[in-house]
C-alpha cells in the first residue's frame, strides 16, 4: 500500500454501539434483578401458601388479582401516553397516582396475625 491510500479501520471488539450508555445499561441491570426477584417470590408463593394452611384456591385468587391489575395499569398507562398533551404538564397533573394508591395503605392482613 502506498502511503496516500488510507485504510478502513477495522471494528474492535472493545467498541460499544452508541445506544448501549450507562442509562440503558443501569436500567437494564435493574430490569435483571427485578424479573429476577419476581419470579423468586412467585416460585416460593405456594410453599409458602401450603406452609399457613391456605388452599390452592387462594393461589389463583392471588394470582388472578395481580394479572387484573397489571392489565388495567397497562391499559391506564396506554390511554394517558395517548392523550397525553403539553399543556396537562402541571404540578397537580402528577399528584393523582399517589391518590390512587392511598387506599391500599390502609388494608390491613385478615386472620390472627
Known amino acids: 500500500m502506498s502511503s496516500t491510500e488510507q485504510t478502513k479501520p477495522s471494528a474492535s471488539t ?4 452508541g445506544w448501549l450508555n450507562r442509562t440503558v445499561l443501569g436500567i437494564g441491570i ?9 419470579e423468586m417470590a412467585i416460585t416460593a408463593m405456594p410453599v409458602f401458601l401450603a406452609s399457613i ?6 393461589l389463583g385468587i392471588i394470582e388472578g388479582l395481580a394479572d387484573g391489575l397489571s392489565s388495567f395499569a397497562k391499559l391506564l398507562s396506554g390511554f394517558t401516553a395517548t392523550n397525553w398533551n403539553e399543556e396537562s404538564l402541571s404540578p397537580s397533573s402528577a399528584t393523582w397516582s399517589p391518590r390512587l394508591g392511598w387506599p391500599a ?4 392482613p385478615v386472620g390472627g396475625r
Open 30 to 38: 435493574a430490569s435483571l434483578c427485578s424479573d429476577g426477584s419476581h
Open 14 to 17: 472493545t467498541d460499544v454501539p
Open 105 to 108: 395503605s390502609h388494608l390491613r
Open 53 to 58: 394452611g391456605a388452599n390452592a384456591a387462594l
